[in-house]
């Protein structure tokens, strides 16, 4: 397990360990779960030790496991799609944990969604806050959560929105890539700086600054 800043890689696969990263108010655990190594994660406020998941994608034991006695108070699903939502029933069967989601995914998701949320919401763990950014094009409902306590360097989970490389998958539908090209152009790139961190919902992570000088090419190959 990575330690703390510098520690911190975000490289995981499926079957090993989680790698940790210490924030200023959070702490955010990353494991890579099931056959698709789909990316959960799990943050903690530093002031409460409330939890929050990311995507109960795969493998509630390993979920459950990185959970521990201190319990999940929430688990948000970036969006519908069957490899994010594979171990959301176990998880809330054993935590507890109020389920939330976007209006326009939450009917496709198989567990009830307690909390609905739509674009700008807040959701909270403990003492941090995190912002809901609604982002069309992979699924009606994908969104992205954002921690900026330091608005120098935010930090974004994308679900799978954007990886490293270009946006998330739109299945040959020109519409839904514009849309999601238009929304990442203009509630991602442009209101965020550069050392902005992405925590994708598969894969590797990146930054803004990585990806940034690419945006036309996407455009322009249209995936």
Known sequence: MGHGEHGYSGVVAAGGPADVRELPGLTIIKIAVGPMDNNAYLLRCAVTGEQLLIDAANEAETLLGLIGAAGLTTVVTSHHHNDHVQALDA????????????????????????????????????????????????????????????????????????????????????????????????????????????????????????????LAEWRARGW
């Open 91 to 214: 998880v809330v069967a054993a935590t507890g944990a109020r389920t939330v989601a976007h209006p326009a995914d939450a009917d496709a998701i198989p567990v009830p969604t307690t909390v609905l949320v739509r674009d700008g919401d807040e959701v909270t763990v403990g003492a941090a806050t995190l912002r809901v950014i609604h982002l069309v094009g992979h699924t009606p409902g994908s969104i992205a959560l954002l921690y900026d306590a330091d608005p120098a360097a935010p930090h974004l989970f994308t679900g799978d929105c954007l990886f490293p490389g270009g946006p998330g998958a739109t299945f040959g539908n020109a519409s839904a890539f514009s849309s999601l090209m238009d929304d990442l152009e203009w509630k991602v790139f442009g209101p965020f700086p550069d050392a902005t961190w992405i925590y994708p919902g598969h894969g590797r992570d990146t930054t803004i600054e990585a990806e940034r000088p690419h």
